[in-house]
């Protein structure tokens, strides 16, 4: 069992950055992959980018053009995502999510962290 927990989320004006992490507790995260999610009001919940931690391997979904960085640090306990550009358009509820240690399906989630981006 792993517990995640988000941080790092508040209100920034456009063209400013946040970064986000995501922490676990529990287990090290060290061979699982860990996503990034959000969900914005009326929207379905759309996957940002993960890290594959056992290789430090990455994706990015299409519309992230650059904007997003994920990365970890060498403990591997944390997980973060990088923000910058930010358009009002990110403002959203921001997830990040674990599979167990080798598997491909988020099975942990954190409770997320708001992010609110005013024009």
């Known amino acids: 069992q792993v517990q995640l927990l988000e941080s790092g989320g508040g209100l920034v004006q456009a063209g400013g950055s946040l970064r986000l992490s995501c922490a676990a507790a529990?287990?090290?995260?060290?061979?699982?992959?860990v996503g990034w999610f959000r969900q914005a009001p009326g929207k379905e919940r759309e996957s940002i980018a993960s890290i594959n931690l056992s290789g430090d391997s990455t994706y990015y979904a299409p519309f992230v053009q650059g904007r997003f960085t994920v990365s970890t640090d060498n403990t591997k306990n944390t997980v973060y995502l990088q923000i910058n550009s930010l358009k009002p358009e990110d403002t959203a509820t921001y997830y990040c999510?674990?599979?167990?240690?080798?598997?491909?399906?988020?099975?942990?989630w954190g409770q997320g962290t708001q992010v609110t981006v005013s024009s």
């Open positions: 529990g287990r090290t995260l060290r061979d699982s992959s």
């Open positions: 999510a674990s599979t167990r240690p080798g598997g491909m399906e988020y099975a942990y």
